[in-house]
């Protein structure tokens, strides 16, 4: 099975800050990989899939690049709103459909 | 409004067994591959299963296969997951989770979950 590490486990920043998280795959999985949102007590909402492409009614702030092993997730300027858990998620192939361990975005 | 209702979750003994139900609305439900996926509260993301838009293929993660067996009946608008020989580590917020039209694989519709807990 493809595994997904993602890193840092957890990010302390402020509001405008750029950050970025990255996701590194086991092995080669082209663009197929998805980057998610999840506030606590909710579920996830997918923000980013194809590596690159925005969810419809995702704001622009928000982008993801990267193919073979190696992806990254960017916040241009982070918003309040948008201190949550993030999550990469890889798709090549076959199931099963591995998710990152997990990044905790948190407030400086 | 695409909409995804879990329920069955409850507390059930080691070696039990449980359904677990997701109703869908808003939506062609037999047009869209589904999946479960789960999370142990406070920890991360673990996908479970796949089934197709007609049931026709289904996919487990190493960890339930052989003890869970996802469904669906188009009918009812409704998809299934029955969890046999439960184990401890099984306990977890399940998730019913719709993949997008042409790619299953892209989770874009997520219902609240149902909590399952696995003690004796």
């Known amino acids: 099975d493809i595994q997904m590490t993602q890193s840092p486990s957890s990010l302390s920043a402020s509001v405008g800050d750029r950050v970025t998280i990255t996701c590194q795959a086991s092995q080669d999985i082209s663009n197929y990989l998805n980057w998610y949102q999840q506030k606590p007590g909710k579920a996830p909402k997918l923000l980013i899939y194809?590596?690159?492409n925005l969810q419809r009614g995702v704001p622009s702030r928000f982008s993801g690049s990267g193919s073979g092993t190696d992806f990254t997730f960017t916040i241009s300027s982070l918003q309040p709103e948008d201190f949550a858990t993030y999550y990469c998620?890889?798709?090549?192939?076959?199931?099963?459909?591995?998710f990152g361990q997990g990044t905790k975005l948190e407030i400086k | 409004e695409v909409q995804l209702v879990e329920s069955g979750g409850v507390v059930v003994q080691p070696g039990g067994s449980l359904r677990l139900s997701c109703v869908v609305s808003g939506l062609t439900f037999d047009d869209y591959t589904m999946h479960w996926v789960r999370q142990v509260p406070g920890k991360g993301l673990e996908w479970v299963s796949l089934?197709?838009?007609?049931?026709?293929?289904?996919f487990y993660g190493d960890s339930v296969k052989g003890r869970f067996t996802i469904s669906r009946d188009n009918n009812k608008n409704s998809l299934y997951l029955q969890m046999n020989s439960l184990r401890t580590e099984d306990t977890a917020l399940y998730y019913c989770v719709k993949g997008r039209l042409g790619a299953g694989y892209h989770f874009d519709h997520w219902g609240q979950g149902t909590l399952v807990t696995v003690s004796s």
């Open positions: 089934i197709s838009w007609d049931g026709g293929n289904t």
């Open positions: 998620q890889q798709y090549d192939n076959l199931p099963p459909y591995t």
């Open positions: 194809d590596a690159s």
